[in-house]
T-cell receptor
Framework: AQRVTQPEKLLSVFKGAPVELKCNYS??????LFWYVQYSRQRLQLLLR??SRESIKGFTADLNKGETSFHLKKPFAQEEDSAMYYC????????????FGKGTLLTVNP | GAVVSQHPSWVICKSGTSVKIECRSL??????MFWYRQFPKQSLMLMAT?????????EQGVEKDKFLINHASLTLSTLTVTSAHPEDSSFYIC?????????????FGPGTRLTVT
């Protein structure tokens, strides 16, 4: 069975500081990893996916299959980055579905 | 971009009654839609996967007779909570995949807050 672990429920940093949101996964097949973000009073939206290997809003995430991790990083946090971040694992082939971690609430203080 | 809407955004119903929540893909066709439940300050729990024209696939522990899902068209899926009880009070979120794009990205609706009194 697939599982996604986000060990930090809350993460607080100061503006300009680096931030890293941790995500570990468990899946026997070939994983597809995503980071979703939910700003206050807004719907869940895709931030980035490992296949794209892109940087969105300054965030990057690298899939490390050896450590089964997909940590989200940003070198200089901004106040507008304050939000709930969910790591998700896509799996299942024809019965494709997303399994979400419990989420990390990031607060960037001025 | 792809937009998913939900209606209503919030609903209050009495215990024992049924309530229907609609999920629509506004500018794309969705052969697959997903229904999630989110408790306060908790993650999204997948309830069921809804495929157009066929029966929904429910996750373990989700009562299919209580949470009726219908996906009659490529742009509409409905979730009906039957004989609702206070413990069904939650935030229900749907998402849809735009298969035509060839991508596996899911687009999420804004959610429906259900309160059962």
């Amino acid at each position: 069975a697939q599982r996604v672990t986000q060990p930090e429920k809350l993460l607080s940093v100061f503006k300009g500081a680096p931030v890293e949101l941790k995500c570990n996964y468990s899946y026997s097949g070939s994983p597809e990893l995503f980071w979703y973000v939910q700003y206050s009073r807004q719907r869940l939206q895709l931030l980035l996916r490992h296949i794209s290997r892109e940087s969105i809003k300054g965030f990057t995430a690298d899939l490390n299959k050896g450590e089964t991790s997909f940590h989200l990083k940003k070198p200089f946090a901004q106040e507008e980055d304050s939000a709930m971040y969910y790591c998700a694992l896509g799996s299942g082939g024809s019965n494709y579905k997303l399994t979400f971690g419990k989420g990390t609430l990031l607060t960037v203080n001025p | 971009g792809a937009v998913v809407s939900q209606h209503p955004s919030w609903v209050i119903c009495k215990s024992g009654t049924s309530v229907k929540i609609e999920c629509r893909s506004l500018d794309f066709q969705a052969t697959t839609m997903f229904w999630y439940r989110q408790f306060p300050k908790q993650s999204l729990m997948l309830m069921a996967t809804s495929n157009e024209g066929s029966k929904a696939t429910y996750e373990q522990g989700v009562e299919k007779d209580k949470f009726l899902i219908n996906h009659a068209s490529l742009t509409l899926s409905t979730l009906t909570v039957t004989s609702a009880h206070p413990e069904d009070s939650s935030f229900y979120i749907c998402s849809a995949r735009d298969m035509a794009s060839g991508r596996y990205e899911q687009y999420f609706g804004p959610g429906t807050r259900l309160t059962v009194t």
